[in-house]
C-alpha cells in the first residue's frame, strides 16, 4: 500500500500554460534569432533559403509569446499585480538577505550549506524572474517595431516606416535584452528544471500538475508551506508519487 502524503497546489493551469508557452517559445526564438542577428550563418551552412524560414518562424513564434501572456494579464489581472508586487518586488526580510547572501555556497555545497526559510518566492529568485519579466518585455516591444519596420505580412505589405534612430534604439534594445534572457535564461532552467539535484523534481511545477509535497515545499519554502498548511484551501492528500 502507497503511503498518502499532502501535497500544496503551487502553480494554477494558467500559470503553467503561460510560462510552458512562454518557456518554449523563448528557447525556439532565441535559436530562431541567432540566424536573424547573423544572417550570413544560415546561408553559409543551409543555404539562403533556409535562413529566410527561420527569420518566418522567428516571427511566427513571437505571436504566442506576446499573445498568451497578454491573454493570462487580462484573465487574471489579479495574479499578474500579485506577481510584480509580491513576487517580484515584494519587501525583503532578513531571510531573504540571508539566503541570498548564502546562495553561492550552497550552490558548490548544498549539504553542507542550511538556507533559512522563504517565501513563496525566494529573494535571489525575485532578481531573476524581473530580469526575465523585464527582458521579454523589452524584447516584445522592440520586436514589433522591427517586425513592422519590415512589414506586418509576409510579402512586406503594411509596413510602417520608422526613423534611423528609432530602428538603431530597437535592434540595440532587442540584442541586449536577448543576451540578458539568454543569460538568466539557462540559470533558469538549471535550477527550475531541476537538473541541479536539490531542485530535482521541480519541473512538474511548471510542466506537471503544478503540485510540490509538503516535505519538498517546508525545505524550500518554508514560510509559504506553512501558510498553506495551515490555511488547507490549496492542500490535498494523495499517494506518495516518487
Known sequence: RRHRMRYIQRH????????????????????????????????????GEFTKAMRMLH????????????????????????LITVDIFGKWDADDFRWSAKFPFYLFAPKKVHMPPQ?????????????????CVFLALSGIVLWLSTGLLPDGSMRVAFSAETLL????????????????????????????QPYRGTIRLMFGDGKVSESDAAYHWGYWANQELALGKNVTVEPDQK
Not at 487580462?74 to 499585480?81: K, N
Not at 540595440?172 to 537538473?195: K, M, N, P, Q, S
Open 119 to 135: 517565501h513563496h518566492v525566494k529573494g535571489a529568485q525575485r532578481l531573476a524572474d524581473g530580469a526575465l519579466l523585464f527582458s
Open 59 to 82: 516571427r511566427i513564434l513571437a505571436i504566442p509569446f506576446i499573445l498568451v501572456p497578454l491573454f493570462a494579464l487580462l484573465r487574471s489581472p489579479g495574479g499578474f499585480w500579485h
Open 12 to 47: 494554477s493551469l494558467l500559470t503553467r500554460v503561460t510560462h510552458g508557452t512562454a518557456a518554449i517559445s523563448c528557447i525556439l526564438l532565441a535559436l530562431t534569432g541567432v540566424f536573424v542577428f547573423v544572417p550570413t550563418l544560415g546561408g553559409d551552412i543551409m543555404g
Open 169 to 196: 534604439i530597437a535592434h540595440l534594445v532587442h540584442d541586449v535584452f536577448f543576451f540578458i534572457c539568454v543569460f538568466v535564461g539557462c540559470a533558469h532552467i538549471y535550477l527550475g528544471a531541476g537538473i541541479w
